[in-house]
C-alpha cells in the first residue's frame, strides 16, 4: 500500500509539474483546516487535518524536507457536533506534550488534554464542547472557522485567536503569567480581547489564518487564506508586545497557492531557516511549497543568534531557589540577522562554569512557536519561566544542595545556527555552608575560620569569604557579614 501510495504521489507531482502534493490526506474540500505540530518527539511536525464532520492525526512518515503523511494513526468522531472542526495544538499545561484542540461549528473548543508523553501521545477528552462545556469557557455566537494559538502580546505565554466563518476575528489572552507571576500551566485562564486588538477581519467570509513571524523581525505576523483564492498578509508592525499596528498587504507568493478557500500552515518545516507552507485548498490535496522567504536558491542565513557570551544572568539566589535571566534575541528590522529563534536552551551543571552541554545537564528547552513542546525534565521541580520586553526569567527552584550550581544558555535558530553563553556560577557571597542564605551560621564559620579552628562546614572556597572585595579574608570581612546581617 506504502508504494501504491509513493507512485501516486509521484504521478501527482509530474501532473501539476511544480510544488510537492500528497493525496492520501483525504478528504480535502474547500472546509478543510490544518495544523502541526511534533506529537512524538522525533522533530518533524504532524499534521491534523479537519474536513466536514472528520478531524484525523497524521504522524510523519517522511523527513523534513519531503514530508509524508499515508496514514492517520487517530481518528475523532462525533457526527452531532464536530461539522468543519478545526484542530490546533498547544502544551497548554506545561508538561512537555502537545494537547489537541478544536473548535467546532457552534462557536465552542474541544480539548483533549495529553495524558501520555512527549513521544507516545495519549489523549484524554476534558471538554467536550457542548455550549456548558467549552474549553477555556469560550462559546462563541458564530461558528469558528479557523484556530490558532500564538502569543499575540508578547508575554511568553500562548494565547488564543479564531476567526469565525464571516471572517470576523476574537482574541483570548493566556493570563498564565498573570496568575502568579510565571509561565507553569497552572492556573491558565483567559480573558477577551473585544478592544485595540491586532486586526478584526480574516479574508471574509470562509477565510483560514496562520500566525508566523513572515519577515524575521521578532513578531508574529497572520498569513490569511483568502476565500476566493491566494494569501495576504496582516503584517505587525509594532513588536512582540504591542499587537496594535497591522497592515494588510499582500505577498510575493500570493499566486503560488491554487484553489480557493486555502488553509495555510507556515513554518520552516526542512530547517533550512526560511518559511514554508503546507495548505489545502478546494482542488483537494494537500501541498507543500518549501523556500517560501528564500531570496535568492542558494541563500542561507550563516549568521548565529545574537547572543553575548555574558548575556546569562544570576538575577537573585535564596533558601528557595535562584532566579536566572537572558535577553530575548529579537531580528532587528533591516539587520543582517534573519533566521529567527527557535528554542532557549538552559543547562545546569557543575565541575565549573565551563562544564559540556549535554542531555544530561539540560534544565529547560522552551520554544517560541506552539508547535513544539517544551522540554521540561522531572530535575526542574518548578519549571517557571517568566517575560517581560526584554527578558526572559528563569526560576530553578531545585538546584543542588550543598555547591553552587553552574548555568549555561544555548540559543538555536530556525537555520540550524547556535550560540552559547559562557558558563556562570550561582552563589551569595559569604554563603559559606552553601544553604543560598546569609546568616548566623555563616557569621560563626568566618570567624572560625578566621581564629585559625578547622571548620567542617565551610564548604565553599575561602575566596566567598571575601565580602569586602579587597582580594583577601580578613576580620574586616566579618564586620561586614555582621552589618548585612543586622540591616
Given at each position: ?136 469557557g469560550i462559546n462563541d455566537t458564530d461558528p469558528m472557522n479557523s484556530l490558532n494559538f500564538v502569543d499575540f502580546d508578547g508575554d511568553g505565554?500562548?494565547?488564543?485567536t479564531f476567526n469565525v466563518v464571516n471572517g470576523e476575528m476574537r482574541y483570548y489572552s493566556n493570563r498564565d503569567l498573570e496568575t502568579d ?307
Open positions: 500500500m506504502a508504494s501504491m501510495r509513493a507512485i501516486s504521489a509521484s504521478a501527482m507531482l509530474l501532473w501539476l509539474g511544480w510544488g510537492v502534493v500528497f493525496p492520501d490526506v483525504s478528504p480535502v474540500t474547500s472546509t478543510s483546516k490544518v495544523y502541526f505540530a511534533d506529537l512524538n518527539g522525533d522533530g518533524l511536525l504532524d499534521l491534523a487535518h479537519g474536513d466536514n464532520f472528520i478531524i484525523r492525526i497524521y504522524l510523519n512518515q517522511g523527513t523534513a524536507a519531503a514530508p509524508l503523511f499515508t496514514d492517520y494513526a487517530y481518528d475523532f468522531t462525533n457526527t452531532l457536533e464536530y461539522q468543519r472542526p478545526c484542530p490546533a495544538f498547544c502544551d497548554i499545561d506545561l508538561d512537555g506534550d502537545m494537547d489537541f484542540f478544536f473548535g467546532i461549528s457552534i462557536g465552542t473548543i474541544v480539548y483533549y488534554r495529553n495524558d501520555g508523553s512527549a513521544g507516545s501521545p495519549a489523549w484524554t477528552l476534558v471538554n467536550s464542547g457542548e455550549p456548558w462545556d467549552s474549553f477555556g505565554d500562548q494565547d488564543i507571576g510565571y509561565l507553569d500551566g497552572q492556573g491558565v485562564t483567559w480573558q477577551r480581547i473585544p478592544y485595540l486588538t491586532p486586526f478584526y477581519m480574516a479574508g471574509g467570509d470562509g477565510g483560514k489564518h496562520n500566525w508566523v513571524d513572515e519577515d524575521g523581525d521578532g513578531d508574529f505576523d497572520c498569513l490569511i487564506g483568502y476565500a476566493e483564492y491566494g494569501l495576504s498578509i496582516r503584517r505587525n508592525n509594532g513588536g512582540p508586545t504591542f499587537h496594535q499596528n497591522y497592515t494588510w498587504e499582500s505577498v510575493a507568493y500570493h499566486d503560488d497557492v491554487t484553489g480557493s478557500f486555502p488553509s495555510p500552515f507556515f513554518d520552516d518545516f526542512d530547517g533550512d531557516g526560511f518559511l514554508d507552507i503546507h495548505y489545502t485548498s478546494n482542488l483537494g490535496y494537500l501541498r507543500f511549497l518549501p523556500g517560501l522567504t528564500r531570496a535568492e536558491p542558494e541563500d542561507q542565513d550563516t549568521l548565529v543568534p545574537p547572543l553575548g557570551a555574558d548575556d546569562l544572568a544570576v538575577e537573585s539566589c535564596d533558601p528557595d531557589g535562584l532566579t536566572l535571566s537572558w535577553p530575548k534575541i529579537v531580528d532587528a528590522p533591516g539587520g543582517a540577522y534573519r533566521s529567527g529563534v527557535k528554542f532557549y536552551e538552559l543547562h545546569r551543571g557543575s565541575g565549573g562554569p565551563g562544564f559540556p552541554l549535554t542531555a544530561g545537564t539540560l534544565l529547560w528547552r522552551h520554544f517560541m512557536l506552539p508547535h513544539y513542546p517544551d522540554y521540561l525534565p522531572e530535575v526542574a521541580n518548578g519549571d517557571k519561566l517568566a517575560a517581560d520586553v526584554g527578558h526572559f526569567y528563569y526560576r530553578d527552584e531545585a538546584p543542588p544542595a550543598g555547591e553552587s550550581p553552574c548555568y549555561r544558555l544555548r540559543v538555536v535558530d530556525f537555520a540550524g545556527n547556535a550560540a552559547t553563553t559562557a558558563g556562570i556560577e550561582a552563589y551569595l557571597t559569604g554563603d559559606l555552608n552553601l544553604d543560598r542564605s546569609l546568616d548566623g551560621l555563616d557569621l560563626s564559620l568566618l570567624a572560625g575560620f578566621l581564629s585559625g579552628n578547622p571548620v567542617a562546614a565551610f564548604t565553599a572556597p575561602a575566596a566567598r569569604a571575601d565580602l569586602d572585595g579587597d582580594g583577601q579574608v580578613s576580620a574586616a570581612d566579618l564586620a561586614a557579614l555582621l552589618l548585612e546581617l543586622t540591616l
